[in-house]
C-alpha cells in the first residue's frame, strides 16, 4: 500500500467492474452490428425479388405483345401460302 497517487489502476481495485462494462459495451455494439448486417440483408433480398417479379412482368408483357402483333399481322409463314 505504498502508492501515494490513490489510483485505481496502481492498486488494482475497481478494475474488475470496469473490465466487464468494458466487455458488456463491446458484446452491446458487436449484437448490433449484427442486427444491422441482417436487416440490410433482408432488404436486399426484397429488392432482388421485386426485381425479378418486375423482369418476370415485363417479360409476360412483352410475349402477350408479341403475340397481340402476331395475331393481327400473320406471320410470314402464312403469307408465303
Avoid: H, W, Y
Avoid at 395475331?71 to 401460302?81: L, P, R
Amino acid at each position: 500500500m505504498g502508492s501515494t497517487g490513490g489510483s485505481m489502476a496502481d492498486t488494482g481495485i475497481g478494475t474488475e467492474p470496469m473490465r466487464a462494462c468494458l466487455l458488456t459495451f463491446l458484446l452491446a455494439l458487436q449484437c448490433t452490428g449484427c442486427a444491422v448486417v441482417a436487416v440490410a440483408d433482408a432488404a436486399v433480398t426484397v429488392v432482388a425479388t421485386t426485381v425479378k417479379v418486375g423482369a418476370t412482368v415485363v417479360e409476360t408483357t412483352v410475349d402477350v405483345a408479341a403475340a397481340g402483333v402476331n395475331a393481327v399481322v400473320g406471320s410470314a409463314d402464312e403469307m408465303k401460302q
